[in-house]
């Protein structure tokens, strides 16, 4: 059944939603193509008494958010409860629209394992193979534990390239690949959606500008011929 909803009766609930994060540049990918004239197909809501909980379309609800739409088509859903709803979500997620982070793939084997669910079980859900999700599990709650999982490199140029691969090496950042990746962070810049109060990001922020001293470009003037 498809509703017209206030954006605010749509609730994002961390019980029933696996995305840990907005993915701000999908948003304003999304966002721009709403200015100019795109139509989205609906969200997708569960409806639990007279609440409504978000399954599917957080980048396309954000986008609904910044283009100042104080409503939303949605297509909702009856009859599941929360945690019926989270594996919903989880289905609709994993195979389209912006790829899973691997630190929100760790937290949904996580979730499902304390449901007592089977690894043949999590397999058929996330996607990776039934033996290799505990060993996959340990090796981010590892990272997290001694802080290097906060902003891994390779799933950041991951999620901004919006390729969807297991492992970045030079071959695949093609030029085009490039072009992607430089855009994404001047979108950040330029809507001001970079984490100020980040010390890390910060920081990385004033490499970056020293890194990019060598690439500094001489506006070209073309001379008009006589």
């Not at 997290?144 to 999620?159: C, H, R, Y």
Request: proline residues 3%; glycine residues 4%.
């Amino acid at each position: 059944m498809n509703k017209i909803l206030q954006i605010g009766q749509v609730e994002l609930d961390k019980e029933t939603y696996p995305r840990l994060v907005v993915d701000w540049v999908t948003s304003a990918r999304y966002y721009n193509a709403l200015r100019s004239g795109a139509v989205f197909p609906p969200i997708v809501v569960a409806q639990i008494d007279k609440k409504y909980y978000l399954v599917d379309g957080m980048h396309r609800l954000k986008a609904h958010q910044g283009n100042k739409e104080t409503h939303i088509q949605c297509e909702v859903l009856k009859g599941l409860d929360k945690k019926q709803i989270f594996l919903e979500a989880v289905k609709r997620n994993i195979t389209h629209g912006r790829q899973f982070s691997t630190q929100e793939v760790t937290g949904i084997c996580i979730t499902l394992d304390n449901w007592k669910m089977s690894q043949e079980e999590i397999s058929e859900i996330v996607r990776i193979p039934a033996l290799e999700i505990k060993p996959f599990v340990a090796k981010r709650m590892t990272r997290t534990m001694q802080g290097t999982e906060d902003i891994p490199l390779k799933a950041s140029v991951k999620n901004l390239a919006g390729i969807i691969v297991e492992k970045l090496d030079q071959k695949s950042l093609t030029g085009s690949t490039q072009v992607r990746l430089i855009d994404s962070l001047c979108v950040l810049i330029k809507e001001d959606w970079i984490d100020k109060g980040n010390e890390t990001i910060l920081k990385k922020l004033n490499k970056l500008y020293q890194l990019l001293e060598p690439y500094k470009i001489v506006k070209v003037v073309r001379i008009k011929k006589k």
